[in-house]
């Protein structure tokens, strides 16, 4: 058995599993050992050592992120009649989790700087909400891109008006905000190991928290809800939501090497950094103040009237010469299903959706890979001089 590189060869993609000798090592010892699945001591391992990245006391394996969004969102009350904060800039688990629950999303919008959940938007939406007599479950900020949302202004928030905190850290294993690694903040935070995320277990997810009756209540959740009797009891509706021993195998050989994919990742953001300096019109999104970001992905932000171009026409150059790049995420409140929602928005995330470019950032990208984005870009750049 070999581990051959990411499919679509030819193809400079966005962000693709990193994985090599290691994972394949482990991997295969956990077959050995007979621990298939479901569970096994490699789940117990993971686990205790994501929790210990993360300054947890607890963490509950998962079959993906948004499992873990959807544990963490039920524990926090979420229902029917009820409503859940998230940013109106995440990717689409984050308000489905919420609608997986039955209780209602609502919008808000992000700063300019960061992307994230915007504190003083987010205190008017608790304001109203509170007026409008519904009842807020849970607030969810997002840590877009890697960067921490700014918790420090959201939970002194959240504290006034006395609504819990679940952070979405699926995007940000390894990054940290002050001396906070990302995952610690909110009641429970929710981590995703999905193949494109800045480590992988091919799928699947974590929700940490530091109170033992929460991830009890979750591994009972995630295993069907069976009551201890020989035969199955179920008193409530379950799910089945566990992570695989052979996928905590995986994950234990990428969190050995988290440091050293972060690494990469940070060196590509500062390589894009040197290409677009002195382009005018142009930024690196989240830069300056990356310094704490896994530096997931690397994205610019195009203002076409001084560039004299889009952030669309650099898309369709770098597909040209196969390489992928993708807009940011499109704003929940834009998108058809959703539309209706109540929403909070002062026009950032649509700007941002409008004139954002995710680049190729993943850290199983060759020299070879980052030359042909280089020489890509250097080319659009020059004939658009
Ligand atoms: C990837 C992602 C999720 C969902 O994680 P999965 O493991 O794919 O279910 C949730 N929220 C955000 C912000 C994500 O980027």
């Known amino acids: 058995m070999t581990v051959t590189a990411a499919p679509a060869r030819g193809r400079v993609l966005l962000s693709s599993p990193d994985v090599g000798p290691r994972e394949e090592q482990l991997v295969g010892e956990a077959v050995r050992s007979g621990w298939i699945a479901p569970l096994g001591p490699m789940v117990d391992e993971f686990e205790a050592r994501v929790a210990d990245r993360c300054g947890r006391r607890h963490a509950v394996a998962l079959s993906s992120g948004t499992a873990a969004l959807h544990l963490a969102l039920l524990q926090a009350g979420a229902g029917p009649g009820t409503a859940v904060v998230v940013p109106t800039l995440t990717f689409a688990a984050t308000a489905n989790a919420v609608v997986y629950t039955g209780a209602e999303p609502v919008f808000v919008d992000a700063t300019e700087e960061s992307g994230t959940l915007d504190p003083q938007l987010l205190d008017r939406a608790l304001t109203e909400l509170r007026e409008a007599g519904t009842r807020v479950a849970a607030v969810v900020p997002v840590d877009l891109l890697g960067r921490c949302a700014d918790y420090p202004a959201l939970e002194r928030t959240c504290r006034r008006f006395d609504v819990p905190v679940v952070s979405d850290a699926a995007e940000a294993l390894g990054s940290s905000l002050g001396a906070r690694p990302a995952g610690s903040f909110g009641e429970s935070a929710a981590l995703s190991f999905n193949g494109n995320k800045i480590m992988t277990t091919s799928g699947g997810g974590m929700l940490l928290t530091d109170d033992p009756a929460v991830a009890a209540r979750a591994r009972y959740l995630s295993t069907q809800a069976r009551q201890p009797a020989v035969h199955y009891e179920h008193t409530e509706v379950g799910y089945n939501y566990r992570l695989s021993n052979l996928l905590a195998a995986l994950g234990i050989a990428q969190l050995e090497r988290l440091d050293e994919m972060i690494g990469r990742r940070r060196a590509l953001r500062r390589s894009y950094v040197q290409l677009f300096a002195g382009v005018p019109g142009v930024r690196v999104f989240q830069h300056p103040g990356d310094q704490d970001d896994n530096c997931w992905l690397t994205a610019v932000l195009v203002d076409p009237q001084t560039a004299g171009w889009s952030a669309d026409d650099l898309r369709a150059a770098l597909d040209a010469a196969d390489v992928e790049s993708r807009p940011l995420w499109k704003p929940m409140h834009q998108q058809p ?35 042909v984005v280089t020489d890509a870009v250097l080319g659009f750049l020059a004939a658009r001089r």
Do not use: K, M, N
């Not at 700007?351 to 850290?363: D, E, H, I, N, Q």
């Open 337 to 371: 299903v959703f539309a209706g929602a109540r929403s909070f928005l002062d026009g950032t995330a649509d700007r941002l959706f409008a004139t954002g470019l995710a680049l190729p950032s993943g850290s199983a990208l060759t020299p070879q890979q980052v030359e």
